[in-house]
């Protein structure tokens, strides 16, 4: 019935003013179409959530919800990632002081069989994705502990986490060394920059912010309003360990999102070479928006001969997940501020 209104208001408008009203998702196009069976969803206050065509080892997620929020209210959250991103996949979070110290990795810790993969690293042989560098650095905080070695080995790699965040803030991807992981050596600038080359609606929509992404630090956006995390969320029974850089940037101009929120992942120990979450709010109409989130992400064991199954089966969980963390997430944006950090 919410749709129908909403078209017949439409008509209206168009016949008495001439003047044209955008698609609330027009923005994302053309990789997006939103349908008639997507709009009855909405009717009923229920999510959509699909699978995006993704080159090589991409895979792509695309979820909505309406809500009745403006962009103060998503911002706010954002704001406080931890309280915003708790869930049942997520064991543990924290932001990033400005600027990053030891201090905000107290709670970080690696589960033993990643204590104990680590130890047995070697270039092109590691079930971690690190570098060949990281490997000797965090074995010889391990070796030099001798039984102790468990704690040891915990506070080497979260020294390894604050240097990869501080090496990024500095200079970027580029900063960052090649995984040399079971997959090969890994250029993390190179991953990332595949996926900007498939979001075409940024590029496109907001070329300065895409430029900002692709290119940070080197690249400045004024108004952008940014910050660091960390954190361990479970991923099909395996714990990731992940950094993820956030860039909030807000618009008056009505067919832009109102918020649109940029997660670019910095790093993460298991399965994602590269990562792009979007969180953007879109205006609707009669005080009802829309809560878009869409993920781009490279992901490893997408490769080989049974790559095209795991899509499959990736793709179907991941749509899953995402129509139930949108509902979670809704729930909590209207259900008032966020309680402070």
């Known amino acids: 019935m919410m749709r129908q209104v909403f078209a017949l208001s439409l008509a209206l408008e168009l016949v008495l003013t ?135 080995l915990q506070d080497a790699f979260r020294r390894l986490v604050l240097q990869r965040v501080e090496a990024y803030l500095h200079g970027g991807h580029a900063a960052l060394g090649r995984y040399e992981d079971e997959e090969g050596r890994e250029s993390l600038e190179a991953r990332f920059s595949l996926l900007m080359q498939q979001s075409e609606f940024l590029t496109r929509g907001l070329p300065p912010f895409a430029r900002y992404l692709a290119q940070y630090p080197q690249v400045a956006m004024p108004g952008v309003e940014s910050f660091v995390y960390w954190s361990k969320e479970g ?10 850089h956030v860039s909030i940037v807000r618009h008056s101009e009505g067919a832009l999102p109102d918020v649109i929120v940029a997660g670019k992942e910095i790093f993460a120990t298991h399965y994602v070479n590269a990562s792009l979450g979007l969180t953007a709010l879109m205006r609707g109409s009669n005080g009802q928006n829309y809560l878009v989130y869409l993920n781009r992400s490279e992901v490893d064991v997408l490769g080989g001969i049974f790559g095209g199954l795991v899509r499959m089966v990736m793709g179907r969980r991941l749509k899953t997940e995402a129509a139930d963390v949108l509902r979670g997430l809704r729930h909590r944006l209207e259900s008032g501020e966020p309680a402070s950090q």
């Not at 993969?117 to 001798?146: S, V, Y």
């Not at 991923?235 to 993820?244: E, L, N, Q, W």
């Open 235 to 244: 991923v099909a029974g395996k714990p990731i360990v992940s950094a993820t």
């Open 18 to 152: 001439g003047q044209t009203i955008a698609d609330p998702f027009a923005f994302f196009g053309p990789s997006v179409v939103v349908s008639a069976d997507d709009w009855r969803q909405f009717d009923r206050g229920e999510p959509i959530a699909r699978v995006l065509p993704g080159n090589n080892r991409q895979i792509a997620i695309f979820a909505a919800i309406p809500v009745h929020i403006d962009g103060d209210r998503l911002v706010a959250w954002i704001r406080q990632i931890a309280e915003m991103k708790k869930s049942k996949y997520v064991q543990a979070i924290r932001r990033f002081s400005d600027p990053p110290t030891i201090d905000d990795l107290a709670a970080l810790s690696l589960d033993d069989k990643d204590l104990a993969e680590i130890r047995q690293c070697r270039p092109a042989d590691c079930a971690l994705k690190l570098t060949g560098a990281e490997m000797r650095q965090l074995q010889r905080a391990a070796d030099d502990a001798g039984t102790k070695w468990q704690p040891a």
